[in-house]
């Protein structure tokens, strides 16, 4: 084990444009040690990049899996569904697939979510404000969606162009 592994679970988070990002995961049918280490490197990852939340596709592994953590508290989603939803809500969101870029998105206030944690438990999750848009940002990777697909046309493009300097164009 490296230096590296330690600190972020030896998980290298993907950037926009990666293909890989659109692509959808599958559902987690097994839960084992292997998913609890998984999800524990998950978190690492996370954390290493300051994140809120990380998505098992943005470490090129496409199950349904993701982490939250924020104001000290932890989310494992595993095959999450949205149950229930309501309001609006309109604020800033980042990604750590497209470091230092942010943009404006519109998601619902409050979500209730079913999802298994790491041990195959079915737990109901609710989030307001902040944590919902991160629960439902997460949950967007694992369709494949990613949080500029909520832009008009022109902004996405400007993202794009930000993001290929930002990888020196080799996308
Ligand atoms: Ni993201």
Known sequence: MSENEIIDGGLEVLRYPNP??????????????????????????????????????????????????????????????????????????????????????TRPEKVKIETYDEHGDKKIIEGEGYTARAFLHEMDHLEGKLFIDYLSNLKRNAIKKKALKHTGGHF
Do not use: W
């Open 20 to 105: 890989t990002l659109k692509k959808k995961s599958e559902p987690v049918e097994v839960f084992d040690d292997e998913l609890a280490k998984f999800v524990e490197n998950l978190f690492a990852a996370m954390r290493a990049h300051d994140g809120v939340g990380l998505a098992a596709p943005q470490v090129g592994v496409h199950k349904k899996i993701a982490v939250i953590e924020y104001e000290s508290k932890s989310y494992v989603l595993i095959n999450p569904k949205v149950i229930e939803q309501s309001g609006s809500q309109d604020g800033e969101e980042g990604c750590l697939s497209f470091p230092g870029i942010y943009a404006h998105v």
